[in-house]
């Protein structure tokens, strides 16, 4: 019978700039060094040992939403001048984004052309045709180069990854655009489950299809633990969480973690504006907390409960709980993201604990935790 050990969580609130995403190697870097300081060494460190550390337990990573969305920063070939004005740390307040991506489009108008005639038989905006044009113009290069990284950094730490999302077609016949979510496990670095939002939400909804697939589960080796993956907003709807009650999708004297990526693009510490008028507001939220809850508050109400309460409702599950990996994010001053990572995990009846909760909005942060 295999061993059962308890896991590590790794929940990593990125902090990403324009200057992460300029390399391969700087990006892998970074991650890199913030699963190393948090995997717990069984050897004295130094520069050497460090480099080469590898998780000797069951180690679960996670993070946010969209992490490999900005990949697509490094597909564009540049003279080093331009390179230096785009990705360094300058704080001008200049929105460097939108002139990136007119020079990106200047330098490869023929083939944005082609993306927009693709894509012209879908059903959307001539706004919503352009961003979908323009994520798929790189959609093929950053899915290679998002796999590529997720599976290196994976083996190389002995680690299961959960790696964010990143806008891409579900296969090779590029119907769909999905805003997609994949797992990594750490013995050969190969995908063990997919998930896509369900409930894109009012800035995605013009360019993105809604991810229509049955939901699916992955254990974690050497432990007793499921987990399944929820996208951002997906969390926030009541509808799917009902999809995973059902009992074919549990074992029976296991744990189960739901685990959510999210992004929030704006600011955190706001009044809750209440559901996006793109998706019907469940019959159980009280219209009393729209305006009058902040956005922090609303989102552990009706998202983080919402996957607790559903667990919670099962008599066979030895343990359970929820965790939110948000980032932080500023990409050339233009597109930004604020939130608070979260877990929450009852490891037994009795016990129930909010193990860590990030005070600060605006800062990386790395929540750790064994369940």
């Not at 913030?34 to 004295?44: E, F, G, M, Q, V």
């Not at 984004?97 to 944005?112: G, K, N, P, Q, S």
């Not at 729209?290 to 667990?311: E, M, P």
Request: proline content about 4%; aromatic content about 14%.
């Amino acid at each position: 019978m295999e061993e059962q050990q308890p896991l590590q969580i790794i929940c990593l609130q990125t902090s990403l700039t324009q200057y992460h995403y300029q390399s391969y190697a700087i990006l892998k870097q970074y991650f890199l060094e913030r699963i190393h300081l948090s995997i717990k060494p069984t050897l004295a460190t130094n520069n050497i040992l460090f480099n080469g550390i590898r998780a000797q337990h069951p180690t679960l990573v996670i993070l946010p939403e969209c992490t490999g969305t900005w990949l697509y920063l490094m597909c564009v070939p540049m003279p080093q001048y331009l390179r230096n004005f785009f990705f360094n740390y300058q704080t001008t307040k200049i929105n460097r984004h939108i002139l990136f991506m007119c020079y990106t489009l200047l330098t490869h108008i023929r083939l944005f052309v082609k993306e927009i005639d693709k894509n012209y038989h879908c059903k959307f905006t001539w706004l919503g045709l352009i961003k979908r044009s323009w994520f798929s113009l790189f959609a093929d290069q950053t899915y290679n180069i998002y796999t590529k990284l997720f599976s290196e950094l994976a083996c190389e730490t002995n680690c299961t990854i959960v790696a964010g999302s990143t806008f891409m077609y579900e296969n090779i016949n590029k119907n769909n655009f999905y805003n997609m979510s994949y797992v990594f496990e750490p013995n050969y670095g190969s995908i063990c489950i997919q998930s896509g939002k369900q409930y894109p939400v009012y800035d995605e909804i013009s360019f993105i299809d809604n991810y229509q697939k049955q939901p699916s589960i992955y254990s974690i080796p050497n432990t007793n633990i499921d987990i399944a993956i929820l996208i951002c907003a997906d969390s926030w709807m009541p509808q799917v969480y009902e999809q995973y009650n059902r009992k074919e999708l549990f074992n029976s004297n296991r744990r189960f973690l739901f685990i959510i990526i999210s992004l929030n693009i704006g600011e955190w510490n706001i009044p809750w504006p209440g559901y996006d008028r793109q998706h019907d507001t469940p019959k159980d939220v009280n219209n009393k907390h729209i305006k009058t809850y902040s956005l922090s508050n609303a989102w552990f109400h009706y998202a983080i409960h919402r996957g607790i309460d559903i667990l919670n409702k099962r008599n066979d599950l030895l343990g359970y709980g929820v965790i939110c990996c948000q980032g932080i994010l500023n990409i050339m001053n233009d597109i930004q993201a604020q939130g608070e990572s979260m877990i929450v995990l009852k490891r037994s009846e009795n016990e129930k604990e909010i193990l860590y909760e990030a005070k600060t909005y605006k800062d990386e942060k790395i929540l750790i935790c064994e369940f």
